[in-house]
Structure formats: structure tokens, C-alpha cells
């Protein structure tokens, strides 16, 4: 059974610096992607950034240049780090773990981490 487990976030005043992290185990698969996705009071859920097996990284642009997505892998656990910095208001939002595997049609989720900017 896959476990997605998030970890961070919390309050910060804008400008300052949050750091998301999110493990996955359990999958017989091979990985493929770990990404980050969050949602905003009144909005739908959208892409933050992604980043492949590989390390091949993609960013949406509002986070260019101030966020960094990372990943690892230690045994069979994988973890994906998201590093966010000069935060801004509208960052506000739950930030979701997702995780892709070769093989596997299913889209794994984890529970949702609240990152709050006050301005």
C-alpha cells in the first residue's frame, strides 16, 4: 500500500522561507514523478512544480526563481523537498504531495500541509 506523508509548512510573514517535504513508500513500481500541487480559498487545484526521477524540474511561473523542487531516494523510501522562498500572499494555500509511478495508473496524493503568508 503506497503512503504519501507530508511535512512543513505553518505561518510565515511575506518574504520569508518555508520548506515542504513529502515521502512516498510502498509502491512495487519504479518512480516517476513527485510534484506539488496547492489550492487556494475559492480556487482549483494547480500544478506548483514537478520534478522527475532524473531530477528533471518544472516550474509554474508565478514560482520561478523563488521556489526549488528536489528529490531523493534512501532505501525504498523517495522523498520530494519543495523550497520556498520571498513568499508572498498569494502563496497562500494547502500544498498537496503527488506521485507517479511506471506502471501504475493510479495518482497518489498526500493530506494536504497549510501554508499560510501574512502581508
Known amino acids: 500500500q503506497v503512503q504519501v506523508v507530508e511535512s512543513g509548512g505553518g505561518l510565515v510573514q511575506a518574504g520569508g522561507s518555508l520548506r515542504l517535504s513529502c515521502a512516498a513508500s510502498?509502491?512495487?513500481?519504479?518512480?516517476?514523478?513527485m510534484g506539488w500541487y496547492r489550492q487556494g480559498p475559492g480556487n482549483q487545484r494547480e500544478l506548483v512544480a514537478d520534478?522527475?526521477?532524473?531530477?528533471?524540474?518544472?516550474?509554474v511561473e508565478p514560482v520561478k526563481g523563488r521556489f526549488t523542487i528536489s528529490i531523493s531516494r534512501d532505501n525504498a523510501k523517495n522523498t520530494v523537498t519543495l523550497h520556498m522562498n520571498n513568499l508572498k500572499p498569494e502563496d497562500t494555500a494547502i500544498y498537496y504531495c503527488?506521485?507517479?509511478?511506471?506502471?501504475?495508473?493510479?495518482?497518489?496524493w498526500g493530506q494536504g500541509t497549510q501554508v499560510t503568508v501574512s502581508s
Open positions: 503527488n506521485v507517479k509511478f511506471y506502471g501504475d495508473f493510479n495518482n497518489y
Open positions: 520534478i522527475t526521477s532524473g531530477g528533471s524540474a518544472h516550474y
Open positions: 510502498g509502491s512495487s513500481f519504479i518512480l516517476n514523478s
